[in-house]
Structure formats: structure tokens, C-alpha cells
């Protein structure tokens, strides 16, 4: 345990010495910091009235906390989990100290990990104070509430992997029985929700809040803690946090008391993980593969010079959507349909479009353009390098394109839109899409060299936000000039960043000439 002592205390030690000597580190942590207090400061005033009741709030919280355990807990059937780095397989798996200490190690590393990983709910404090009166208070029980629930998720997997790895009966029992059990908690939400006469939205909510939420595993039952504590049933929500506490001991029990190889299983998920973290900060393509592959049709089959990067794209997307999107597209647009739901009183159209645009800023920067510059072909290629720039971003249009149809025409009749605001929602999402991708070229141009991925991060944000500003300015303008008007003010963005982007696009036109402008 002394030695355990001794990692953790010069662990935390080095950290802070790399954090002083790293100047860009400690602009980032100070930047972050300085935004943290922003959000706070500016979401303290007292909200000028309440729209939406907390029943809403604690659905959400359900519903988010049961999504995220599944999909990590999902893990553990392909190719598990880790609590550990290299260097700790390297010090502690070969260090005379029992495997239960190491497991306590690797426990509370994670917990503390998983802290940070929700973070991100911070700055989600201004709107869900506004809607829904949230203290901070609340906020940070909501956040403790996240991080213990990526932890089970990451226990669940790691255990998982260690009983199927390599037992394919195992396998396939422990898969039937992930996917029943996710059709479970599914239907204790859907079932009551579409049988019941009040408003659909308004029914889950009722469902997610009802006793039968405790059938949902660790999403259920800690978010009835979060109940208890803003004022719900003492029962229910006492009965939610009992069952989390016997389902991490019964985890803790099954993994350390079960005949597995420990060890190996753990040094075999944290050499996956860690080849795909080096990878990605080396600047190298790094794809994981699955466990079974289902081999269909073989080769692009169309195109001929540049545009055959398009249709690359085109089949790599459609080998990786699910249903008409890919996971983070359609994960963001039900987070856009939610919020366009709880704003439709308040903000209006106006708000619950540029929340979607602004989550579609994250989903533009993981495109398959971007993966392309860190492969050899696109440079090898004999063509002009302005046309395979637009060619390699020419499917990322076409996705643009569908999900501006997929996600703004339900928003629109959630928000109350007549057919021709829908309509022009739809084309002016499309030039967000565009302007993203155009911005997302320019800031590899100018930033793809540096070493340190959190200033890029940093630098990206700012450079986004500095060239959207005008076409905001602009929209302000032309919606007052013309009565408050929300349509004109949406086609003066449209206008505006269509024409930013073909600048965008003329300027780095000469990129792909050579691969060292974007060595990362």
C-alpha cells in the first residue's frame, strides 16, 4: 500500500511540475478556468421566470445517465476496458502487490477520471438554470451523479470482457442479454409514454420519474438519488441509491472473486487503448476494428480521379450510420430535438436553431476529411489540388446537407414554424455546415503544425466564434430591418457564410500540394 502511496503522491507531483514548465498547458487550464466562471457568473442572477418544472430536469437526467451506461457498458462485449496506463501495467502488474490493491488503485484512478470527463456539464449551467431554476449545488450533484455512472459503466465492461473474452457462448449470452435488458429500460419509458393521453414528451418525462425507472440499471437508480435530493419520493429515491451501492459491490465481488486472468485482460484493453490514444497524438490514422467483420460488397466502384474520394466517403458513411445517421450525428440531433422542445416558449426558433447549429460544430470537426490529410493517397494523388480539397469535403456537403432535412423539419413543427421557416431553417443549417467545414480547413492550414492539441482546441473555438460574429451582426440587422422578422435574419447567415467559405476554400486552395503543411 506504501508503494501504491508513493505512485499516486509523485503521480500528482510531476503533473503539476509539467503543468508550470508547459506555458500553453497552464494558458488552457486559466482560460478554461476564467470560462467556468463566466458561465457561473452569468447564469447566478435569479432566473426572471421558471419554464419548465424539475420533473423535466430529473427525466433528463434519467434518460442521459441510462444512454451513457449502456453505450460504455457496451464496450465490454468487443474490446473492454481499462482503469490503467502502460506505465502502470509496467510498475504495478510486475511489482510484488496483491491484485485487490491494484484493483483499488485502478478504482479510484478511474472515479477521479471520470470527474473530469463530465466537466463539460459545467458550462451547461446558464441555460438549465434559466429553464429550470438549477442551483449550483444541483449542478455539481448532477455531475457526481455522471461521474459515478461512467465508473459503473467502466467496471461493467472491464467485467464483461474478463467473463466473455475468448468463450464465444459466453459471448453471444452475455450479448442477448445486454440487448434485453437495453429493450427493458427502453420500455419502461416508451411503453407508459405512448399510452398515456398527455403530450409525448411530457408522458416520458412522467415514466422516467416513475417507480418502474429503478428497472434501469445504475441510470435508474442514481437518478433517483438526484431525485430524492431535489425533493421527490424519500422511498423511491432511497430504494434507486441503495440498489447503486449493492450493484458496485456485486460488480467488485463477481471481478474479484471469479477465475478470470485479470491481468491479461486488463494488459490486453489498455494496449488497445493505448495504441489509439499514441496514434492520435502522433497524427496517425488509427482505426479500432471489431471482433467480427461482415464483409459485403468490395471496392468503391465509381469515380475516377479526385471524386473518388467522395464516393470512399460515401460507402465508409454508409458502413458506419445508424439508421439514416451516424451515432454522433443522430446522438446530437436528439439532443437538438430535446432542446428545441423545453425552448420553444421561451427562446423560440431562434434558439433552438442555434443551439443545433452550435452542436453541429463538433460533429463537422470529426469528418472523413479531416482523416484523409493524415493518409499518404490524397497527396499522391495526379490531380489539382483545389479539386481534391473539395472533393475529400464533397461527401461531408451531402451529409451536411441531409442531417440540415433530418433535424430542422422536426424542430420546426416542434417550435411551432410555419413551412416556409422550416424551409429556410433547413437551407441556412446547411450554410452553418458548410461554413464549419470551410472554418475546420482553415484552422488545419494555420494550426495543423502545432504540437499541443489543447491550444489547437483552444485557437479553433476562438477563430470559429471571431468568423461567425459578422454574419450574427449582419442577421441582427437585417431581422430589424425588416420587422423581427426570424427567416430574414436566417438567410443573411445562409448568405454570409456561403460566401466566407468560398473565400475559405479559395485561400487554402493550395494545401494538399504539399503533406508537410499539415505534419501534426
Known amino acids: 500500500m506504501r508503494a501504491i502511496r508513493y505512485l499516486v503522491a509523485r503521480t500528482f507531483r510531476n503533473q503539476i511540475k509539467e503543468l508550470i514548465r508547459t506555458p500553453s498547458r497552464l494558458i488552457a487550464l486559466l482560460f478554461i478556468v476564467a470560462m467556468l466562471g463566466l458561465v457561473l457568473f452569468s447564469g447566478s442572477t435569479e432566473p426572471t421566470e421558471i419554464t419548465q418544472p424539475l420533473q423535466m430536469l430529473t427525466a433528463l437526467v434519467t434518460a442521459f445517465y441510462a444512454v451513457i451506461f449502456f453505450l460504455l457498458a457496451k464496450n465490454g462485449l468487443n474490446t473492454g476496458a481499462s482503469f490503467y496506463t502502460m506505465a502502470d501495467i509496467s510498475l504495478l502488474f510486475s511489482a510484488p502487490i496483491s491484485s485487490r490493491t491494484i484493483l483499488l488503485y485502478g478504482l479510484m484512478r478511474q472515479l477521479g477520471t471520470s470527474v473530469l470527463l463530465g466537466f463539460f456539464l459545467v458550462f451547461q449551467y446558464g441555460w438549465l438554470h434559466n429553464l429550470f431554476g438549477l442551483s449550483v449545488g444541483g449542478l455539481l450533484l448532477i455531475l457526481a451523479g455522471y461521474a459515478v455512472t461512467i465508473f459503473c459503466a467502466q467496471l461493467t465492461a472491464m467485467l464483461l470482457y474478463s467473463l466473455t473474452a475468448f468463450h464465444e457462448k459466453r459471448h453471444r449470452a452475455a450479448s442477448i442479454g445486454y440487448w434485453v435488458l437495453a429493450a427493458v429500460a427502453a420500455a419502461v419509458i416508451a411503453v407508459p409514454a405512448f399510452l398515456s393521453d398527455k403530450p409525448l414528451l411530457e408522458a416520458a418525462a412522467d415514466a422516467a420519474n416513475a417507480p418502474l425507472s429503478l428497472l434501469i440499471p445504475f441510470g435508474g437508480w442514481l437518478s433517483g438519488g438526484i431525485r430524492l435530493a431535489f425533493g421527490g419520493d424519500l422511498f423511491w429515491g432511497a430504494a434507486g441509491l441503495l440498489l447503486a451501492v449493492l450493484g458496485i459491490v456485486l460488480l467488485l465481488v463477481i471481478l474479484t472473486s471469479t477465475e478470470t486472468d485479470f491481468y491479461e485482460d486488463v494488459l490486453q484493453a489498455t494496449e488497445v487503448s493505448h495504441t489509439a490514444i499514441t496514434a492520435k497524438k502522433e497524427g496517425r490514422a488509427q482505426d479500432v476494428l471489431p471482433r467480427k467483420i461482415k464483409l459485403g460488397k468490395t471496392g468503391i466502384g465509381k469515380g475516377s480521379g479526385a471524386i473518388a474520394f467522395y464516393y470512399k466517403h460515401k460507402l465508409e458513411n454508409r458502413r458506419a450510420r445508424i439508421l439514416l445517421l451516424d451515432g454522433m450525428s443522430l446522438i446530437m440531433a436528439v439532443i437538438s430535438l430535446i432542446f428545441g422542445f423545453f ?178
Not at 417550435?415 to 482553415?442: K, Q, W
Open 343 to 520: 425552448m420553444r416558449d421561451t427562446g423560440g426558433t431562434a434558439a433552438a436553431f442555434a443551439f443545433a447549429c452550435y452542436l453541429q460544430l463538433f460533429s463537422v470537426a470529426n469528418g472523413r476529411w479531416a482523416k484523409e490529410l493524415l493518409l499518404p493517397y490524397v497527396y499522391l494523388t495526379p490531380q489539382p489540388a483545389f479539386r481534391k480539397l473539395v472533393a475529400i469535403c464533397a461527401e461531408q456537403f451531402r451529409v451536411a446537407a441531409f442531417e440540415a432535412v433530418v433535424v430542422m423539419i422536426p424542430l420546426g413543427l416542434i417550435c411551432g414554424a410555419s413551412p416556409l421557416e422550416t424551409a429556410v431553417m433547413v437551407v441556412a443549417r446547411f450554410g452553418y455546415g458548410v461554413f464549419f467545414i470551410a472554418g475546420n480547413i482553415l484552422v488545419e492550414r494555420l494550426l495543423g503544425s502545432l504540437g499541443s492539441k489543447t491550444v489547437i482546441l483552444m485557437l479553433y473555438f476562438l477563430i470559429m466564434l471571431l468568423l461567425a460574429t459578422p454574419g450574427v451582426i449582419i442577421a441582427f440587422v437585417a431581422a430589424f430591418a425588416f420587422g423581427g422578422s426570424v427567416s430574414v435574419a436566417l438567410l443573411a447567415t445562409l448568405v454570409w457564410n456561403l460566401l466566407l467559405s468560398a473565400l475559405l476554400f479559395f485561400l487554402c486552395r493550395n494545401m494538399l500540394s504539399y503533406a508537410e503543411l499539415n505534419n501534426r
